[in-house]
């Protein structure tokens, strides 16, 4: 079953194996129980990872606690924890932020590939001590065994086959590990194609649809698209440690969904009628995302070098990023994100009783979106930071304290952008108290300090009049930005009880998040070229949350688990923030025995009535998923046959995170069948 593991948030990022898996957390085994720790961390692996793995890290989590989806079309998915998403969430493979675009607009996905991951760990809160100011909302990272860390002994092989009716997807997925020598090799691939995606209605909101709008009914145009991923490397592997690369690769072309972006028609447009992505109006020019991105990771760990060194680990990762937003044929933006990053980290031997780890991480990138559309300039970008974490284990408590210094400096390649440099520190401490042997109250605080980002700074720098802008067409907006901004802090509560018993387990948390100088993109109201203005601006905010995870064992083969949450989130003299996730209340039932297992899930979400200035409320809705599974043991190997219903009701679902939940609400009722082979 699912792992709800409770890992402290300040030793996040060492390396070291869960204690009854064989792939790397992010999170250190120091505490490997839900009693030795302040803060939860959710790690979805195995069996449950699988059946809740989709095609965007968003759809895949979005039935945990305090996580939701804001989708921009089915080849979308970016991750909201706690209300905040963008730059304020990390997202790390092998505990290695992802230099890609995801964090600049809401149209732009992440560059890590569910169905290829061995575990995805979320750490909820104000995670910025070990990976910066970003992760104010919560680090994601997704595990794989593209290094492997130990040897594999026998081959592993495997292979998988899914479809999805809803956009008619095909999905194939291949990974092979073996052993020669003292070296251990990993490869894997992974092939999805998909179309139209079907809808229980029109695409288009009323409150969205102008008279010469072409409303398509029971499918989103122009939501098609392609990706395969590919993955080598190999790891040397000695007494006291490992070193490691890898190289992948990662191709994603997708569709836009029509009336989300304005365009005069281009003659373009006519040399693609015939293309089946392109099931739109036929005045409005298709929009494209075509993304392309190489990844060199090079990782290695020595233990116990000296008496007073657990470990030493390095990692570094050399990214080639761009893509395309094609309008038709033609090219309008370009994003590129060329990068490197590295960080190495000292696991300290225990001494009076304290534990610890001392750090330093730093990174460059070149970031721009330039061409027709250019509406960011060539920035090169540079981080730097340090950290020292400790913790002491006393009898009945654990205190842990931790803080981090990061200086990141921008420098446009235009002359007419000023740079700017940031020096930001953050700090936290927490204690965690056993009430009694099965109960344990756990209290942090933070202060935690952002340096605002590059798009925030500088989205069409030196404007004088907005009939000038320069529109990112692929949202369909004039975005912008203000070089004056001041770094953003915010001082963070959070309060967790957690229960351990022999039928059940739970974890309530209450959190509240008090910023300052908050940088949000909000509606100003007024419009150009027939399409809204929306601002970066800096405003102080409050967040006010709770999440709850209670599962029951109601017998040897069945659980019930129940979960929910609600946020709120209000910007100082601007009402509520926008685009914010609706209260949830949600349960599944799952039966384990013999060869089977099935589940029956229900997740109720409320109306989202406050929405944010000029931005559009949505509707309650009432989500239904089922799934079957069948495991059959053969002479060499496993088969696993399963099937998922999901959306049984056909609701009509529009979420509220969404910049797009005017044009294209989310799929409706639909059958996933599949097959993975594992020798």
């Not at 909101?205 to 008279?211: A, G, H, K, S, T």
């Not at 960080?343 to 979106?369: D, I, K, P, T, Y």
């Not at 025995?593 to 309650?620: C, I, K, M, R």
């Amino acid at each position: 079953m699912k792992k709800l593991l409770s890992l402290p948030l300040l030793f996040a990022g060492l390396p070291v194996l869960a204690q009854d898996a064989d792939y790397e957390l992010v999170t250190t085994a120091m505490h490997a129980v839900r009693s030795e720790t302040a803060l939860p961390v959710t790690v979805l692996a195995g069996e449950e990872l699988h059946r809740a793995s989709r095609a965007t890290i968003g759809e895949t989590l979005a039935n945990q606690p305090g996580i939701s989806n804001a989708s921009f079309g089915p080849a979308v998915g970016q991750t909201i924890i706690r209300g905040q998403g963008g730059r304020r969430v990390m997202n790390l493979s092998n505990g290695v932020a992802n230099a890609d675009a995801s964090g600049n607009s809401a149209d732009h996905s992440v560059t890590v590939e569910p169905l290829l991951a061995d575990a995805i760990e979320v750490l909820r809160g104000p995670s910025t001590l070990l990976y910066g100011g970003g992760a104010i909302g919560g680090v994601i990272n997704v595990i794989d065994n593209r290094i492997p860390r130990t040897q594999a002994g026998e081959p592993f092989f495997s292979v998988e086959a899914r479809h999805d009716n809803a956009s008619d997807q095909d999905a194939h997925i291949g990974r092979l590990e073996f052993d020669t020598g003292k070296f251990t090799w990993h490869v894997d691939g992974m092939r999805r194609e998909w179309n139209n995606l079907d809808i229980p209605g029109f695409a288009i909101d009323n409150l969205y649809l102008e008279e010469d709008s072409d409303n398509t009914f029971g499918y989103i145009g122009n939501t098609g698209g392609k990706t395969q991923a590919y993955t080598i490397g190999t790891s040397y592997i000695f007494d006291k440690g490992f070193f490691g690369i890898a190289i992948s690769e990662l191709d994603n072309f997708y569709g836009l969904p029509s009336g989300a972006h304005g365009h005069e028609e281009h003659e373009e447009h006519k040399e693609h009628e015939d293309d089946p992505l392109n099931d739109i109006h036929e005045d409005e020019i298709p929009v494209f995302i075509d993304l392309a991105r190489t990844r060199v990771d090079i990782t290695g760990e020595w233990r116990r070098p000296t008496a007073w060194l657990e470990h030493v680990d390095y990692r570094f990762a050399l990214t080639d990023y761009q893509h395309a937003e094609m309008e038709g044929s033609a090219t309008g933006t370009q994003f590129s994100n060329d990068a490197w990053q590295q960080r190495l980290q000292l696991g300290l031997s225990e001494m009076q009783g304290w534990h610890g780890v001392l750090g330093v991480q730093a990174s460059s990138e070149e970031f721009a979106a330039v061409g027709e559309e250019s509406f960011i300039p060539v920035t090169d970008i540079k981080s730097q930071g340090m950290f020292l974490i400790e913790d002491f284990h006393g009898q009945a408590f654990t205190l842990e304290l931790g803080a981090r210094v990061n200086a990141d400096d921008y420098s446009p390649e235009t002359g007419s952008a000023p740079s700017r440099d940031f020096t930001t520190f953050s700090y936290s401490g927490s204690v965690l108290l056993d009430i009694t042997p099965s109960a344990s109250l756990g209290l942090i605080y933070s202060h935690a300090q952002r340096a605002p980002s590059v798009e925030e700074l500088y989205s069409n720098h030196g404007l004088l009049d907005l009939e000038d802008c320069v529109i990112h067409n692929a949202t369909g907006a004039c975005e912008l930005g203000s070089t004056n901004f001041r770094k953003e802090s915010s001082n963070n509560l959070d309060l967790t009880l957690s229960l351990e018993q022999e039928n059940y387990s739970a974890s309530i948390t209450l959190f509240h998040n008090d910023f300052s100088d908050y940088i949000a993109q909000v509606n100003s109201g007024s419009d150009v070229h027939g399409l809204p203005v929306r601002e970066y601006r800096q405003l102080d905010a409050r967040f006010t949350g709770l999440e709850a995870d209670i599962t029951f064992l109601l017998g040897d083969f069945t659980s019930l688990r129940i979960f929910g949450d609600t946020i709120r989130g209000r910007l100082a003299d601007h009402g509520a923030v926008p685009r914010m996730p609706p209260k949830r209340l949600g349960s599944q039932l799952t039966y384990t025995g013999n060869q089977w297992t099935t589940y029956l899930s229900v997740v109720h979400a409320s109306a989202q009535e406050e929405p944010g200035n000029f931005e559009l409320a949505t509707d309650s809705y009432t989500r239904w998923d089922a799934g079957l599974e069948y495991t059959l043991q053969l002479d060499a190997g496993e088969l696993l046959l399963f099937s998922r219903l999901h959306n049984l009701g056909n609701d009509d679902i529009r979420l509220s995170t969404s910049y797009l939940r005017g044009y294209a609400p989310e799929a409706g009722r639909s059958l996933e069948v599949g097959l993975r082979y594992t020798y």
